[in-house]
């Protein structure tokens, strides 16, 4: 529970001057990309690593890095307080007994009394070296439920590493290359880590141009091939070779290799009477290529190991520490980070802390960041609703399952075209096909279904039931659009590692149909959601037994029951009552000139030969798909170089599942049957871009497929120029979009809104003329301005003025800024004696949902001018004449942080262009001037631009 003693230092770290990420959290919470459970995980990794500089947990606690308690407010014997303060791990270990479980139970009392009794009978630094296994090297485990994003999580840990690394090249706390072990027990969950790291985009957590930069920098390799060349006396691991090639080894930045740790890593090692034996001076050639791998990684300069699913890795536990602790020899290790959700240990591990004092724990003791499920539940994941059949019948319980399903979900299509789907698990094959396959075709056809589309049968086969044909890639395409399952039968597949969003539904009809100890796994795998932040349910499905392993499950892992989990997260929120007083501030639409660029489009060449052009499209599309396999001899040096063609192609192909590909990224340009009439051709390309292996069909590695789509759409085009031309639109803005403008809001963070509650209330029984001294009051008031006691007196009269700006400002109230740096200087611009005293407003208009106020920004090529989005100012300061906004000056204030991103760049550009004396007639600005200021200039010199910049445009004319 050491993590709950982390989270408090955290915050006050995060709060405190000393913390050097402020900047980078606040982009981060900007960019709204990360869920908050991966914000939190973040903030958390990032403490760990520079404020605790990547020390080992037992270092930091014998340290006190995490402490919290104030010793000097605990009753205690003067020699223990004094033995405290001067014992830091001893006021750690104290706290760490102290803390309470979410039943309110305390670790353990005993070793408290010790503590107080006689702290110098403990040995501290040995209590938190057991602790911590007695490993000697960083080890982090950060648990977050299923669906919060771990893999996302762990490519922004990757991108912030090599960030920061990239900056302080020789800080050891921060890894410049990474190998992520995929969970062990899950043979398909390799590729899919990588692509979703590999999809991972950079800006959500890291500002640009440094995440592009950084994400070109990355080298990706899969270590997933446990065979050795054939017919060679060379040592041709094709896992080594793969990391090989990227030399020279001792300057490598930007490698993450995704591999499988039991298949792999732990290859060729054995234990024998508690001892681990690597076998590094065998002559067996698997044994030789099995410590070539592990040697060559840990020669990797600053390496950081990544564990997915680490629960997976229990079991081999002692090898995988062994080969780690190996590795730490090269002093070449930067970190062990893991990951799960489901931290537990199978019994409780005792602690040895003193003479016949133990303290007892379930749960992996090294876990620094913990986020309960519960509060991912209508968060991040579904609200399931879970069924408790009375009946314990298979049949009756996945009949009753189903129906319920179809009649709650049938018509249910996700904002992504994929339909709801539900899995249902079956004990065995025979169970599957002879049973609930004719079930489920029944009902399907029932419900106007067409069961061959509608319900799919994916197991693994045997003799009288082979592989159903085509339910891999089947159950591939599950979260597809053009999926049109609605009923997933499965036997001993997809329990864990299944990421299916479009899954709204489980039955487990029987005890048996998943393992005991995956029960609550099997269950949650229909509660990923789909779209972000739009509330969404699930259905699960029971029998007796297995609701009650639930329930036990629940309790003893997440400490919830299944009404608890049932009802999901019950994050406290406040209510942000909102005004609209446009209508009081009598606030008229703001007129300007939108520039538009018309575009004609020109056709150059009417030749066109699509047929050629198709049988053109792999050409260019080849990839230089060399092998470089080195023979490796004392230290690995390489000491031979010879080339092959590879192949090892893992993406599952079908043809028209390719076609439909080429279709939908062409965004509709294209239609099937435009493809259809070139059938043979595409067949043939087909053909030439797959290879068969184990009965299925694979797209090669040796092609480049999403170039060789892009070629075929670009078959069916004419080559074709473009003529522009310019033209202002005469627009009319108002400053409030009223339609999206919600009077009440629910909101878990206030202090993002400006002004606070009690002046917003103010301003508002003010604009009533109810913001008035009673009489009472106003003869406190004569008395006190009569007998000169002026505090008294100011006092009293700062009640009746609600904001000394109210008719100048506010257009709705409150204001929600998406920066401090926005409420500073809305709080500091108010207070110019210029605005004032010169008739001038001020309105906040960065809320893009509540403003209609938009200018469209171009870039210009050349002679062509190209769209580049929509800019939304920040702050609008105008002056009325004849009612009407006669000018206004647009200010834009960004964080230094936000400052490089390229799509702001250019939308500034355009910005300063359009708006400067000699361009402002051209695009109708005239009467407009653009302000931009960055959060690096000092308080008085942000206060000064200001003032000058509005006072000289305000006063001319």
């Excluded at 003067?78 to 305390?106: K, M, Q, V």
């Excluded at 279904?449 to 159903?468: D, Q, R, T």
């Excluded at 403008?741 to 606070?756: G, M």
């Excluded at 409420?823 to 108010?830: C, G, M, W």
């Amino acid at each position: 529970m050491i993590y709950k003693m982390i989270s408090k230092k955290r915050e006050a770290w995060l709060a405190s001057k000393d913390c050097q990420i402020t900047d980078i959290v606040n982009y981060i919470t900007s960019t709204s990309k990360m869920r908050d459970a991966q914000t939190e995980a973040i903030t958390t990794y990032l403490f760990l690593k520079i404020a605790c500089d990547n020390k080992p947990l037992y270092q930091l606690m014998n340290a006190g890095a995490f402490n919290n308690i104030d010793i000097q407010e605990l009753e205690l014997k003067s020699n223990t307080r004094a033995f405290l303060n001067n014992n830091p791990g001893a006021a750690a270990l104290l706290e760490y007994a102290s803390l309470t479980d979410d039943a309110g139970t305390i670790i353990s009392p005993k070793v408290v009394k010790q503590i107080k009794d006689a702290p110098e009978s403990i040995d501290y630094e040995s209590v938190f070296k057991s602790l911590f296994y007695d490993i000697s090297y960083t080890d982090y485990l950060f648990s977050l439920p299923m669906g919060a994003g771990k893999t996302y999580l762990m490519a922004a840990f990757i991108y912030l590493d090599l960030y920061f690394a990239q900056n302080e090249p020789d800080n050891k706390a921060f890894a410049h290359n990474f190998i992520i072990f995929a969970p062990s027990g899950l043979k398909t969950s390799v590729v899919p880590s990588l692509r979703t790291i590999q999809h991972f985009d950079p800006s959500w957590v890291i500002p640009e141009p440094a995440a592009s930069d950084l994400k070109r920098k990355l080298i990706f390799e899969v270590l997933d091939q446990n065979k050795s060349a054939k017919k060679s006396n060379k040592t041709k691991n094709p896992n080594v070779q793969k990391i090989a090639i990227h030399q020279p080894l001792d300057t490598l930045f930007g490698l993450v290799a995704v591999t499988n740790a039991e298949k792999v890593i732990l290859d060729r090692i054995q234990e024998k009477d508690g001892q681990i034996i690597m076998f590094e001076k065998s002559d067996d050639e698997k044994d030789r290529q099995a410590n070539e791998l592990r040697n060559l990684i840990g020669k990797l300069p600053q390496l950081s190991i990544f564990i997915d699913e680490v629960h997976h890795a229990a079991t081999n536990n002692k090898k995988l520490r062994a080969v780690v602790t190996k590795w730490m020899e090269n002093k070449t290790l930067t970190s062990v980070i893991g990951f799960s959700g489901t931290p537990y240990l199978e019994k409780a591990e005792k602690l040895d802390v003193a003479d016949k004092l133990t303290i007892a724990s379930s749960e992996i003791s090294n876990i620094v960041h913990y986020y309960p499920l519960i509060q991912g539940i209508g968060n991040f994941l579904k609200v399931p609703a879970v069924k408790i059949a009375a009946n314990n019948e298979r049949l009756d319980i996945t009949e009753k399952g189903i129906r319920e399903f179809l009649d709650k979900y049938k018509d249910i299509v996700y904002y992504d075209g994929t339909i709801a789907k539900i899995g249902v698990y079956c004990g065995n094959i025979e169970t599957l096909e002879e049973q609930v396959y004719p079930l489920a075709v029944r009902i399907a056809e029932e419900y106007g279904l067409n069961p061959s589309e509608a319900v799919l049968k994916f197991h693994g086969g045997n003799k009288k039931y082979p592989i159903p044909v085509d339910s891999a890639l089947s159950f591939e395409s599950l979260d597809k659009p053009f999926s049109r399952v609605r009923i997933v039968l499965l036997v001993q597949i997809g329990k864990e590692g299944w990421d299916c969003r479009s899954l709204t539904g489980i039955i487990l009809s029987q005890e048996g149909d998943c393992s005991t100890n995956m029960v609550l796994q099997t269950s949650c795998r229909c509660l990923r959601q789909v779209e972000r932040g739009n509330p969404e349910t699930a259905l699960i499905y029971l029998n007796e037994s297995n609701a009650k392993i639930l329930n036990t499950q629940l309790e003893k892992q997440h400490h919830i029951s299944i009404k608890e989990f049932e009802n999901g997260s019950t994050n406290p929120t406040a209510t942000i009552k909102r005004y609209d007083r446009t209508t009081y501030l009598k606030l008229p639409k703001i007129d300007f000139y939108q520039l538009k660029i018309n575009y004609r489009t020109l056709v150059i060449d009417e030749s066109l030969s699509v047929s050629e052009n198709i049988s053109a499209s792999i050409q260019e599309a080849k990839k230089d798909q060399i092998i470089k396999e080195a023979v490796f001899k004392q230290g690995l040096d390489i000491t031979d170089i010879q080339t092959k063609s590879s192949e090892d192609g893992l993406v599952l192909a079908n043809y028209n599942t390719w076609l439909y590909n080429i279709v939908k990224e062409g965004f509709g340009y294209i239609s099937i049957s435009d493809l259809n009439r070139h059938n043979y051709k595409l067949m043939a390309v087909f053909e030439a871009i797959t290879y068969k292996r184990d009965g299925n069909t694979y797209f090669s590695s040796n092609y480049d497929i999403q170039a060789i789509n892009a070629n075929i759409r670009k078959a069916f085009y004419k080559k074709r120029s473009f003529e522009t031309n310019e033209e202002l639109i005469p627009e009319e803005a108002s400053l409030l979009k009223v339609e999206n403008f919600k009077r009440e809001i629910e909101v878990q963070d206030i202090s993002a809104f400006y002004p606070d509650e009690k002046t917003v209330e103010n301003i508002i029984l003010d604009d009533k003329g109810k913001l008035k001294l009673t009489p009472k009051e106003q003869k406190m008031l004569k008395f006190a301005e009569e007998t000169g006691q002026t505090n008294i007196a100011e006092m009293l009269k700062k009640q009746t003025i609600s904001h000394p700006m109210k008719d100048k400002a506010f257009h709705y109230l409150p204001y929600k800024a998406d920066s401090g740096f926005e409420r500073t200087f809305l709080d500091e611009i108010l207070k110019l004696d210029v605005v004032r005293t010169e008739g001038i407003e001020v309105y906040y208009n960065g809320d893009r949902a509540l403003t209609e106020f938009k200018i469209k920004c171009y870039k210009k090529n050349s002679a062509k001018w190209s769209y580049i989005g929509m800019y939304t100012p920040d702050f609008l300061v105008i002056k009325r004449r004849d009612k009407k906004i006669y000018k206004a000056v647009i200010v834009e204030t960004k964080g230094r942080i936000y400052a490089n991103d390229p799509s702001f760049k250019d939308k500034r550009t355009f910005m300063e262009t359009a708006f400067t004396e000699k361009n402002n007639e051209i695009f109708g600005y005239d009467r407009f001037e653009y302000l931009y200021l960055e959060d690096n200039l000092s308080e008085n010199d942000r206060i000064m631009t200001t003032a000058k910049t509005i006072e000289k445009f305000f006063k001319e004319n």
